[in-house]
C-alpha cells in the first residue's frame, strides 16, 4: 500500500516537472506537427504588416548603427537614411544584434543586460538582467515587446524564451528541453527555430504554441520576417504560408538562388550560433534577398540573389547563376547590408552609410556618419533611392575586384577572374593581362587569370598581348618582361602569325628562362601552318647550337618543344635536322633519345644517311 | 663513329646559310661590299703577321670531335688561319652547334678572321646562353663597323651579366666610343669597375664634369678611380680642366680618393702645375679632418 502511495507521489510530481518544463506548452516533443488547421489558425491571428514599410512607429527608413571599439564606449546611432541624417546618438554598450519593434530597439548592453530604447530619441526606457549563468542567445523585437532566448548553463543546461513588455516586465517565459534558435517576431506571432528541425510558432501575447512545423528533410537554422513575409531555412529558404504544413521541400514554397560553388553562400545567419546573435563575420558574408511565392514555387524579387563578401557585392539571376553586376566597395568592409526592396543598404566599417540599386549595382548615395562601426541593423523595407551615375559594367567591376590590392580575397579574386572569362570584349583580356603581368599578384591568383586568358583564344586582344611582350631584359632600364610564358602560351592558343618576330625576339634572348624557352617554341609550333614557317629559320638554328650544350641535356624538355614543332612544322627539312641531331654524335644523349623518340612517333624512323666525303678547304 | 658530314648535312648547312643565319653565296658577297673598311683594316693587320699553314680538313675533324679540348685546339688554329676554308669550317661548326667551350673558342677565332660573311654567326652567339660565349662574340663584333655589330655590341650594355657588359666596355675603351658615355656612366653607377677605363679614355672636358656630378650617386671608389684615371691623360687641354678634376676628386669620400689624388700630385713631371698643387693641398686638408676626426 505504502509502496503505491509512493509510486503515485513521485509520477504526481514527475508530472508536475514536466508541466514546469513545459511552460507555455511550447516546445514539447509530444506536441502536433504539421497540422494545415494549427497553421491556419497562425495565420488567422497574425496582423499582417503592410508591405514595403519600416516596423518602427516613425515610419521611417532607420539603420541603428554600434559603434566600433571597446564596449564601454560604444554608441549606438539611429540614421534616417530617407533624410540621409543622423536622427539621434547615445552611449550604449551594444553586444549583440540590435531588434527593432514600433516604439523600442533593444539590445543586449554589457555583459548580460537587455535595454529597451525609445526609437523617437535613444533614451533607455526599461532594462532586464538575464540571470546568473545564462547566456543570451538572440532576440526579436514585435511591436512593443522584446523576445528573447537564453540558456541556463548550469548542471544541466535547458532554454527559455522570454517575452518583455513595457517597463521590462517578464509577459510570459517559454521553456525548452533542447536547443533554440534565436527567434524572429511579426504581427503578434513569434517564430522559433527550435533543436533544428522545428519552427514553433507562439502567440506573442501568451507565448502558447499555436503550430508547429515539422522539416523533414531539411535542417531549419534560420528563420526571417521581413514586412511581406516569414522565411526558414538552411540550404534553400521555405516561405511560410499554407503548404508549409507539409514539412517537406517538395511540397512547401522552397527554393534557393543559383550561386557559383566558389563563393560562400549563406541565406541568413545561423540562429544556433552564439556567436551569431551578435553582429559577426557572418553579415559580411550573406546572401543578400528578397523572395515570395508563387504557383512555381519561392521567387527571388527581380529574379536576384546578392552575395555579399567583405567589400565586394555580386548579383547573380537567382535562376540561371549568370552575373548581373557587381560592386567594389573601396578599401573597407561592408560590416552589415540588407536588402530592403529597391536598394542593397550598407555600412562600413569606416562608418560608410549608403546604398546600391538592385537591379544595376549602381551606386545610390554613399555618405559618412562620422564612426567607425561593427554592425548595423536596418529597418528600412520599402527605402528607395535613384543612383545618379551609371554603373560600372560587370567587366570594370570584376576587373576592379581581380586588381584590388587587398590580399585577403584570394577565392574572390579566384572567382571573379573566372567570371571574367565568361564575358566578352577587349577589356576582359586587359583586365587579365594586368593582374597576369603585375608581380605583387598572388600565384594563384595569377595562375587563374592565365588559364582563363589562354582559354579565350581572344584574337581581337592580339596587340595588348603584342605589347605584354614589348618589355625586353635591360640592366641599365631596369626592365624585365614578365609573364612571356603565359603570354606565349596565349598568343599560341590564338594561332596568329603576327606574333612570331615578338617570340622569336624573347627566344633570341639569354635571359629568358628554359621555361619560358619551352613555352615560346610550344607556341610557335602551334601558331603552325597558318605563318610558322616564319620561324623555321630560328627554331633549326636554336636546336642546332643547343642540342651540344651539357646545361640544356638535364632538362630536355626545350629542345624537344624546339623537336616537336620542327616537325610539325618543318616539313622535310624540318625532318631532316631532327634526323641530324638524332645521329649526330656531338648532341647530347638525352637530347638525341628525344629526337629519336619524336621521328619515331611521325612514323618515319631516324636512318643513318650515306657518309659524304668531307669538304675539301682550298687553303 | 665516323664524323664527317652527310649529304644530308650538307643540305641542311645550306638551308641554314640560306635562312638561318643568312650568310654564305651571293648574301656574303654582297655583305662583304658593305662592311666598312676598318673590317678590312682589321683583316690587313691581323694578316701582317706569317699567315701559319693550317691542315684545315684534319682541324676540321678535331673541331667536329668528342674530345673538347682537341676541338678547342682545333678551333684556335683555324682562327690563325686566314684561308676561307678556315673560316668556313668554323661558321659551318658554329652553325650546326658547338659545345659551348668550344664555341667561345670557334666564336674568338671566327671573330679573328673580321670576315663580313662572319658577321651572322657572331650576331647569333651574341645572344648565346652561354656568357663566356657571349663575351667572346661581343668582343668579336668590336671588330667590325657594320650597323648590325653596333648595335649587337651596343645592346651588351644592357647584359645581365656583368662580363658581357665588361666586354662592351672593353670596346668602348679600344675604339674610344664616344658616343658610349652615358651608358658607361650608367654603368659606373650601378657599380662596373669596367666602366672606369673606358670613361677615362673617352673622357672630354664636359665628361669630367658630369662625372663630377656623380659624387655620392656613383660609388665613391670607382668614381675616384676613374677620375684619377682621367688625371693621367695628357691631352685634356688647358691645366684649369685638370684643377676641376682635381677639385672634383676632392669631394669625393673615401681612400680610394687619396689614393688617386695622391698618385697625381706625386707624378713626375718637368713643370710645376697648379691642379698637382691643388691636389696636394687637398691631400693635406683631408688629413687634417682625418685628424680631427674622433
Redesign the interface.
Known sequence: MNQTIRRAAVLAILALVLSACAGSGAFTYSARDNDPTDLARAFALESSPAAGTPRNSLGRPLAFLVTAGPVDGRKLLAWDLDAKQLLWKVSAKVTSRVVVGSKIVAAREGANTIVARSVTDGRALWSHQLPENSTFLGAAADGEQVFYVRRLDGARRSWSLVALGPGGSVNWTADAPGTLGTPAARGGLVYMPFLTQWLAILDAKTGKQVARLLQKDEALNFVRTTSDGVFYGSKGIFLLDEHSFHGTRGDATYGGAVLPDELRAVYHSDSFSEVQAGYSAFDRNRVLWRAFGDKNGLRFQDDLAVLLTYRFFFAFDATSGALRWVHNHARHDVVSAEHVGSVIAYVSLEGEIGALDVKTGALAFQQKVGERLIGATFDADGFGAVAKTPPPTATEGLASIVWDRDARFGAVKLYAITALGRLGGAGVTEALLRVILDETTAQPVSQKAAEVLIARKDAEALPLLLAALAPRYDFLEGTKPRAVDVVARALGAIGRTEAVPALLAHLANPETSLGVAKEILSALGDIGAGGGENALPALRTFLLVYRTDPALDSNTSVLTAAIDALLRLGGGAGRETVAFVAGDAGTQPRVADAARRALAKTNAPATAAPTAPTPTPAE | ????????????LA??FD???GIGGAHAKKKARAVAPAAASVAAAAAAPAVP??D??GE??LL?G?DVDRAIGAARKLGT?R????L??LLDA???????RV?AVAVEAAGAHAEPRALDVLL??A?????DV?VRAVEALGQFDDKRARVAVDRA????QKVV?AAACRDAERRKEKLAGP?LM??LV?GDEATSPALAAIASPELARQLAELVGIAPDALLAETLGRILARKDLGKEQVYVQIVESLGKVPGDEAEVQLATYAGAQEKIPRLSKRRAQDLLEQRSQENKGTP
Not at chain 2, 663513329?1 to 641542311?12: A, D, H, N
Not at chain 2, 645572344?127 to 656568357?131: A, D, G, I
Request: charged letters at 20%.
Open positions: 663513329m665516323k664524323r664527317t658530314l652527310l649529304p644530308l648535312v650538307s643540305g641542311l638551308l641554314i635562312v638561318g643565319f699553314s693550317v684545315v680538313p676540321r675533324k667536329l668528342a688561319s684561308a676561307r676554308a678556315a668556313d669550317t658554329l652553325a650546326l652547334g658547338l659545345s659551348p664555341a647569333y652567339y645572344t648565346h646562353r652561354q656568357v657571349r650594355y644592357a647584359d645581365a657588359r651608358k650608367a654603368l650601378k
